[in-house]
């Protein structure tokens, strides 16, 4: 039995990451109250459906304090209990709401929209703390989708480590455990022939491993996870998220997530995102 909770703030992709999961088979509810998961899960498990997933929100805040203990209870009896939860920025959020027209589903008379988007990111802490976490704020939805069955497709046994490249220039990813900033190293941005490649193109590559400073920065960055990553995967984590950030998150931090990223693919599950790439 696979179960898959999504939770986040209003406005961060929920509805779009239920609809991947039910185009891929499993058993969708929005909006579940956490009273009724276990009731689901035992009618649907009936049923002899083996893939539930269900998005549960702050409109459950009273009953919000049951959902661990309903995780640990469902990983205890067997079932493999996948905890995402979808982030995105106060900025980006208003801006989605104001373009839809819709109502914050926590508006009241008293709280302007920007307030009810963080008392919905207070209320929802304790769960954000225990899942895997998606930052949205710069994400098509085509994106997302990608995301979403990236996630799905993971084994659950193993960690995962995911390697994101971003630009500073747009802000920090909200889903990272680990921040390294490349901004000190030579940039391709200032050779006009560079310019146009990413850190994924030859041209970029040599120019960049020709450097010496930029192989004492993969070396460290590399000789620092590879040292502590037993000490996260003791600590059963899931998922293990590495950010690497340069200016504008086109050349030096996609070379240095793709070199990591093949060295540790060898031995490791691993996942690379590039958010400032389309």
Known sequence: MQIIVISGLSGSGKSIAL???????????????????????????????RRIAVSIDARSMG???????????????????RLLFLDANTETLVKRFSETRRRHPLSDEQRTLPECIEFERETLAEIS??????????????????????????????????FQSFGFKHGLPLDSDMVYDVRCLPNPFYDIKLRPFTGKDAPVIEFLEGNENVMRMYADIERFV?????????????????????????????????RLARHFASRNQVLVRHRELK
């Open 19 to 49: 609809n991947v999961l039910e185009d891929a088979g499993y058993y969708c509810v929005d909006n579940l109250p956490v009273s009724l998961l276990s009731a689901l899960v035992k009618v649907v498990l009936f049923s002899g459906s």
């Open 129 to 162: 703390s225990l899942a895997h976490r998606m930052d949205t704020s710069d994400l098509s939805a085509n994106v997302l989708r990608a995301w979403i069955q990236d996630f799905i497709q993971t084994d659950r046994s193993r960690l995962t480590l995911l």
């Open 226 to 258: 590879s040292e502590w990553l037993p000490a996260f995967i003791r600590d059963n984590r899931s998922y293990l998220s590495i950010s690497i950030g340069c200016t504008g998150g086109q050349h030096r931090s996609v070379y240095m997530v793709e």
């Open 63 to 81: 009953q919000l304090s049951q959902l661990p203990m309903n995780i640990e209870e469902f990983k205890e009896s067997g079932m493999d209990v």
